[in-house]
């Protein structure tokens, strides 16, 4: 349920008919009144709407409502807060590329057997590092993460990129981006691509300065430099916990000066940072960010 909207349950809404939902991912809706993902009202003890093995995250304001006279049964659900259901997972579901599940889910093996495949055509699989151990249950939401060669990477995205889920173990860096093809899937980028998003940060950069190699309004650069006659205001975005050093020379060739420091941001530093200082006497000044522990 993916981008719908409505005045009441923007993804579900179950309203005087009981009725069930299994093994559904409930994301990105909207609603003008309450229950941007789901809301359930009305329902009577024999007629309770029953969410099942569901993932109902990530909408646009509050993800459930329900009536006050009504009491819907959530069971294996992950949702944020727990509406008192029954082994509620409330942690970040970790969901990448097109709503699937990443290898540290805590969805994976955490729902209840489903009578159909996921929406991959995959079936049940037990993750051997997750409990409870050689049964048929299910992952939380519309997703099954099936990693059989246990490389961290779905098999069914690693065919799609590789041709076969057997051709790569993870720790190949096919594109030189320097993230792995494991960290690829992690991250959610392409592993055919070096700038996965077009921000001109690649995508190994954009890890190790914080910043999110999926989303191109996250990266480390100048966004506006402002100069008077003998002052300057810089500012840059970045993320939230690398440390940032702030350095500038005055010439960017020869031995006319090396970088100087002028400023430590230590984490958790802000998106958009500003700096301003004093120009002085010198003609030219070249600035940088650099990254560090
Ligand atoms: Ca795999
Ligand atoms: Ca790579
Ligand atoms: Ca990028
Ligand atoms: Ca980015």
Redesign the pocket.
């Known amino acids: 349920m993916l981008g719908n909207r409505a005045a009441r349950g923007g993804g579900i809404a179950a309203n005087r008919t009981g009725g069930a939902a299994s093994h559904c991912t409930v994301v990105r809706n909207t609603a003008s009144e309450t229950g941007c993902g789901v809301y359930a009202a009305g329902g009577t003890s024999s007629r309770r709407p029953t969410f099942t093995s569901c993932i109902i995250r990530a909408n646009v304001a509050n993800d459930w409502a329900v009536d006050s006279a009504v009491d819907p049964r959530f069971v294996h659900c992950n949702l944020n807060p727990d509406p008192g259901g029954v082994n509620t997972v409330t942690d970040d579901p970790r969901l990448i590329f097109q709503w699937r599940l990443r290898a540290d889910s805590p969805c994976i093996d955490a729902g209840t057997a489903a009578d159909h495949d996921d929406l991959d055509g995959e079936p049940a699989w037990d993750h051997p590092s997750y409990e409870p151990a050689g049964g048929t249950t299910r992952d939380i939401g519309a997703d099954e993460f099936v990693?059989?060669?246990?490389?961290r990477?779905?098999?069914a995205w690693?065919s799609e990129h590789f041709g076969s889920?057997a051709n790569r173990d993870g720790t190949g860096d096919g594109d030189g981006d320097g993230l792995a093809d494991a960290d690829e899937y992690h991250w959610g980028t392409h592993p055919g691509a070096t700038d996965t998003d077009g921000d001109r940060m690649r995508d190994g950069d954009e890890v190790l300065a914080d910043t999110d190699p999926a989303h191109e309004d996250s990266f480390l650069g100048f966004v506006s430099v402002t100069a008077t006659s003998s002052a300057v205001q810089l500012v840059w975005r970045g993320g939230t916990r690398v440390a940032q050093y702030l350095e500038a020379r005055s010439a960017l060739l020869g031995q006319e000066g090396g970088w100087v420091r002028l400023s430590t941001y230590l984490p958790p530093t802000p998106i958009t940072n500003v700096y301003t200082g004093d120009l002085g006497s010198t003609p030219h000044r070249y600035y940088r960010i650099a990254i560090g522990e």
Do not use: F, G, P, Y
Not at 147 to 151: C, F, L
């Open positions: 990693d059989a060669d246990a490389d990477m779905a098999d690693e889920a």
